[in-house]
């Protein structure tokens, strides 16, 4: 079976600071391994994913994580953070031959001025 | 080119009362998700849909369901609502599998409140 955590629920930084969102996945198999964020009342966007090949993943807005098999992490980091970054994100693994996801319970960043 | 559309947006139904969501995918996705969005479960999955053949299901009860049509275009019903069925329902479109690279697109949700 697979299975996501998120080590966080709510992370806060300084506009500027480096952003970190840690995410450990579980998986027989090779996984898939997403990341969404989502805005208020709003739905799920891609920020990244990762399938096969390079192990960095660069996104959208500045976003890139980085996939560890020897830890089985897929942590999402951004150098530098926006006020506009503030928004709830999910991790989620991928099963082979579908398109259902699980995802982590979520992580809510905060930045502040 | 338009994303994944959810009907309705917003909804309120009574204890007991049955539901039909509706979600129109990406013009050429034929693989169509459903999730249900709660602040105590998170996100769960519901169901999976390949060109109208249901390939995956979630742990939920049989009161929900779902369907495809042969335009891709997907419903989900919730039959004797439950106040614990109150949640965001998320549905997604795709290309086809995750496995062969294709990113996963979600609708902006069907807000559904059990009164």
């Known amino acids: 079976a697979q299975s996501v955590t998120q080590l966080g629920s709510h992370v806060s930084v300084s506009e500027g600071a480096l952003v970190l969102l840690r995410c450990n996945y579980s998986?027989?198999?090779?996984?898939?391994l997403f990341w969404y964020v989502q805005y208020p009342n709003q739905g799920l966007q891609l920020l990244l994913k990762?399938?096969?090949?390079?192990?960095l993943v660069k996104g959208i807005n500045g976003f890139e994580a980085e996939f560890k098999k020897s830890e089985t992490s897929f942590h999402l980091t951004k150098p530098s953070a926006h006020m506009s970054d503030a928004a709830e994100y999910f991790c989620?693994?991928?099963?082979?031959?579908?398109?259902?996801?699980?995802f982590g319970k979520g992580t809510t960043l905060s930045v502040s001025s | 080119k338009a994303g994944v559309t959810q009907t309705p947006r917003y909804l309120i139904k009574t204890r007991g009362q049955q539901v039909t969501l509706s979600c129109s995918p990406i013009?050429?996705?034929?693989?169509v998700s459903w999730y249900q969005q709660t602040p105590g479960q998170g996100l769960q999955f519901l169901f999976e849909?390949?060109?109208?053949?249901?390939?995956n299901k979630g742990n939920f009860p049989g009161r929900f369901s779902g369907r495809q049509f042969s335009n891709s275009r997907s419903e989900m019903n919730v039959s004797t609502l439950e106040l614990g069925d109150s949640a965001l329902y998320l549905c997604?479109?795709?290309?086809?599998?995750?496995?062969?690279?294709?990113?996963?697109?979600f609708g902006e949700g069907s807000w559904l409140t059990v009164v």
């Open positions: 997604a479109s795709s290309l086809g599998f995750v496995d062969s690279g294709n990113t996963i697109y």
């Open positions: 998986s027989s198999v090779p996984p898939y």
């Open positions: 990762y399938t096969t090949g390079a192990t």
């Open positions: 989620a693994v991928g099963n082979q031959a579908g398109t259902a996801l699980i």
């Open positions: 013009s050429g996705h034929r693989s």
């Open positions: 849909y390949f060109s109208e053949t249901q390939r």
